[in-house]
């Protein structure tokens, strides 16, 4: 091939690529800006944390990335979990809670969502040197690296009935998707500025040592313990609290609640 022709191919390649992100661009916008069913909106009211107390604009906001949301990712049923509209809407609306001010895709790098009626069952390996064990885990919840999310119905429920607890699985796992965007999960999701990175380091691993002391004194209250197990988790689940304590943390650990603030562009704590 000579180079004259390899040019004109890479230059039709280019041209093809940027065609098909117009399209898409276009297909999105039309899709974001559809009306929601007014049915579903009685399902988003008993179904998503804050939905009732979001400013408009955020409420809006929320409507569109449901809508990218649903029309980009199939939900799966295992173990003869049905998946009905409740379902589809009470995991897609927790789930953009944390894009409701963000300049991010839905989600991308992933398709789908398998859902279980209850806690699941995992085989788990772990290795003393050479010796290899094998036992089950039960999970609520999972996010596979670069691959699908696993929920259990039963424990989303749980989460979304008990608003102020801090827990939600689904903002648990799609936090872990928010973490894997700069293809590792390590608690250092991509942030709005390259200045944002030294002082986000050094808040969360101040927060994150200081998890664990409050664990071994017995005096946490605002983040789940769940969270001294790694840095990943430790996003998650402060990101749990960021929404569900929104309040308590504020109070609590304001340099944490800053942190997420400035990360997330929102204030849940004045909704």
Known sequence: MTFPTFLILVLVAIAKWFVYKKIRRHTQRKIYSQPLPV????????????????????RLCLHGLINLFLNEKAFIGCDGQAITDEVRLTIAGNACLLL???NKDSFPGFTSILVYPNTYIVKETSYDGL????????????????????????????????????????????AHKL???????????????????????????????????????????????YGTHSPPEFFAVATESFFEKSKQMKQQLPKLYGQ??????LDPANW
Do not use: C
């Open 39 to 58: 049915e579903w909106e009685s399902i988003l009211k008993q179904n998503v944390s804050h939905y009732p107390h979001i400013p408009e604009k955020y």
């Open 100 to 102: 409701l001010n963000q």
């Open 179 to 225: 973490d894997e965007e700069n293809s590792i999960m390590d608690g250092l999701p991509v942030l709005r500025q390259s200045t944002d990175y030294k002082e986000w380091s050094e808040i969360l691993n101040t927060e994150y040592q200081s998890l664990s002391k409050r664990v071994t004194h017995d005096s946490n209250s605002v983040l789940d313990e």
């Open 131 to 174: 010796v290899e064990t094998q036992h089950n885990s039960v999970r609520a919840g999972e996010s596979w690296q670069r691959g699908q999310v696993v929920l259990s119905w039963s424990d989303v429920i749980k989460g979304v009935n008990h608003t102020t607890d801090g827990h939600n699985v689904v903002i648990h796992e799609f």
């Open 260 to 265: 997420l603030s400035q990360y997330y562009g």
